[in-house]
């Protein structure tokens, strides 16, 4: 029965509401994640909360427990001349901003004359969430990796 502070090895299929697949994770490159600790959307985590290796569960996912919803005052309209003029703004360009003490990822969404239209939502930010999960192995996490809250597979980056 998985519970809060174990390490779950899941494979899932993730759909939005109109069927279009958003990603997955194969059972051979699985996600590993911790769980209780954030490391995955809400709803995903609590739809998982007592499930057991082979397990194989459909779930929905509203925004509100997913990626939220899409918020009007994270796009935002940035005159050209705030951003280094050695940088050629493309759409789909990212960098990081401190809102507030957080640090939050924002894309160009477009060019318009002399400003930059970006976007600080999730790229699933209002999305409806379909996964289709299934357990493949739970495993006791170690004091190190509850310290950090997240899993040390030995991919990924770490910090
Ligand atoms: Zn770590």
Redesign the pocket.
């Known amino acids: 029965m998985i519970k809060k502070n174990d390490v779950v090895s899941i494979s899932y299929i993730l759909k939005n509401a109109k069927g279009e697949e958003l990603g997955r994770a194969e059972v051979k490159e699985p996600l590993n994640y911790l769980h209780g600790a954030g490391n995955i959307v809400p709803g995903l985590e609590s739809a998982i909360t007592g499930l057991a290796v082979g397990d194989k569960k459909e779930v929905t996912i509203l925004p509100e427990n997913g990626y939220g919803e899409v918020d009007p005052a994270l796009m935002l309209k940035i005159a050209r001349t705030n951003f280094p003029a050695d940088i050629d703004i493309q759409p789909n360009m990212q960098f990081s901003s401190d809102m507030g003490g957080q640090e939050r990822i924002f894309t160009v969404d477009r060019i318009e004359g002399t400003d930059v239209c970006v976007n600080g939502n999730h790229p699933l930010a209002g999305e409806t969430l379909n996964f289709s999960v299934e357990i493949l192995a739970v495993r006791e996490a170690t004091q190190?990796e509850l310290a950090?809250g997240?899993v040390?597979d030995g991919s990924g980056h770490?910090?």
Do not use: M, R, T
Request: hydrophobic share 0%; net charge negative.
């Open positions: 190190e950090h997240h040390h770490h910090h």
